[in-house]
T-cell receptor, first 113, second 113 residues
Framework: DQQVKQNSPSLSVQEGRISILNCDYT??????FLWYKKYPAEGPTFLIS?????DKNEDGRFTVFLNKSAKHLSLHIVPSQPGDSAVYFC????????????FGDGTTLTVKP | NAGVMQNPRHLVRRRGQEARLRCSPM?????VYWYRQLPEEGLKFMVY????????ESGMPKERFSAEFPKEGPSILRIQQVVRGDSAAYFC???????????FGSGTRLTVV
């Protein structure tokens, strides 16, 4: 039973446009959510996070939106740049388990020049 | 300040041999996590350790796999009698107390031939 799902394995956008990556979760105990970015042959890099008490968190070109009632979060990248091309993982942490993150399978973003 | 160091980067083992994967967390980080990424899949939690303690090993296979984080030295993930299905990228991550975001190492790519 996959508790964190990224239903789009891949996404392709044009440079300068918005990239929207989606993530759904099933476990209502999750209360902290993170996005990681991964380049080939490297480990994932933390990008941005959001607590369940918020519905939006912004950091430069990256914004994460959380809809608790729908158990859905999304990562917006505006404007998209070719260097953003990578695999993006959504992760979630339950309030009962400090640190342990459950990851989705990732979405491969390709930003075309 | 060096990041999370994993070695070796690549490891080839024959079926039946032992594999030892090492992880040195970031300075000041007391929590270590091991994740496995099978081809075309996401990151799957294996084990969460603090110094001399296994906090959560719910993701560890019941046999052949063990992990430790001794008082001195790196964390070790040990796989005994490797099989072809153990071929994967193994990522170690660390975090300080009270911080949900991980810092990942570059991973060890294990190939069993």
């Amino acid at each position: 039973d996959q508790q964190v799902k990224q239903n789009s394995p891949s996404l392709s956008v044009q440079e300068g446009r918005i990239s929207i990556l989606n993530c759904d979760y099933t476990n209502s105990m999750f209360d902290y959510f993170l996005w990681y970015k991964k380049y080939p042959a490297e480990g994932p890099t933390f990008l941005i996070s959001i607590s369940s008490i918020k519905d939006k968190n912004e950091d430069g070109r990256f914004t994460v939106f959380l809809n608790k009632s729908a158990k859905h979060l999304s990562l917006h990248i505006v404007p998209s740049q070719p260097g953003d091309s990578a695999v993006y993982f959504c992760a979630a942490i339950p309030n009962t388990s400090a640190g342990k993150s459950t990851f989705g399978d990732g979405t491969t973003l390709t930003v075309k020049p | 300040n060096a990041g999370v160091m994993q070695n070796p980067r690549h490891l080839v083992r024959r079926r039946g041999q032992e594999a030892r994967l090492r992880c040195s967390p970031m300075k000041g980080h007391s929590h270590v996590y091991w994740y496995r990424q099978l081809p075309e899949e996401g990151l799957k939690f294996m084990v969460y350790l603090q110094k001399e303690n296994i906090i959560d090993e719910s993701g560890m296979p019941k046999e052949r796999f063990s992990a430790e984080f001794p008082k001195e030295g790196p964390s070790i993930l040990r796989i005994q009698q490797v099989v072809r299905g153990d071929s994967a990228a193994y990522f170690c991550a660390s975090s300080p107390v009270g911080n949900y975001g991980y810092t990942f190492g570059s991973g060890t790519r294990l190939t069993v031939v």
